[in-house]
Every structure is written in C-alpha cells, then in structure tokens.
C-alpha cells in the first residue's frame, strides 16, 4: 500500500521560505508520479508543482503563480518542495500526492492522482 507523509508547514513572514518534504513509502518513489497540490479556504485545490517517475520521460511542471519561486526535487524514497519568495497568497493545506500509473509524465490535475497525504498547513503572514 503506498502511503505519503508531508512534514515542514509553518508559519512564515511574506518573503521567507519553507521546505516541504514528502516521503513516500510502501513503492519506489522513482516509479512514481509525485505532485504537490495545495487548497486554501475556501477554494478548489490546485496543482502547484509535479516531478515525474522518469518512465514516461523526464518532466517537471510549476503553476504559473510558482514559477521561480519554488523548486521540487526528490532523494530517494523523499521528494521536497523548496518555497522561496512566499506570498500571502501560497497560505493553505499542502499535499503530497501519487500518481501510479508507468510511463506518463506528470500533470498539474488533481484528478490524476490516486494517493494522497493527511496535508500540512502553510500559513504566510506577517
């Protein structure tokens, strides 16, 4: 069973930064589609960042409101979201999710994703 794990959430200052790390256990991680989305009250959850497996081709993807900004990378079993710049705007529930399906590059849709982590709260405010 695969199961996500987020940790690194907070609370920052506009301007300040936070890694988020999702560590994925129960499958191989490199054969793995890994997004993170986020939902902020109130609104739809939104795609924010994906890094595919590698099987289908090698790909990132960054919302345009990202863009810049953030940067995903992945050690092993554990993919990262580094947030730089953050923004009122980036405040809400950040997920880690998986898409299983080989050979695909990564997408942007919430849709695609099958597994899902319990979330962590990011919270940018002075």
């Known amino acids: 069973q695969l199961q996500l794990a987020e940790s690194g959430g907070g609370l920052v200052q506009p301007g300040g930064s936070l890694r988020l790390s999702c560590t994925v256990s129960?499958?191989?991680?490199?054969?793995?589609?890994i997004g993170w989305l986020r939902q902020a009250p109130g609104k739809e959850r939104e795609g924010v960042s994906c890094?595919?497996?590698?099987?289908?081709?090698?790909n990132s993807e960054y919302a345009d409101s990202v863009k810049g900004r953030f940067t995903i990378s992945r050690d092993k079993n554990t993919v990262y979201l580094q947030m730089n710049s953050l923004k009122p705007e980036d405040t809400g529930v950040y997920y880690c999710?998986?898409?299983?399906?080989?050979?695909?590059?990564?997408?942007?849709?919430?849709?695609?994703?099958?597994?899902w982590g319990q979330g962590t709260q990011v919270t940018v405010s002075s």
């Open positions: 999710a998986a898409d299983p399906r080989l050979f695909k590059l990564c997408v942007l849709n919430a849709k695609e994703y099958d597994y």
């Open positions: 890094l595919s497996s590698g099987g289908g081709g090698v």
């Open positions: 129960g499958f191989t991680s490199n054969y793995v589609n």
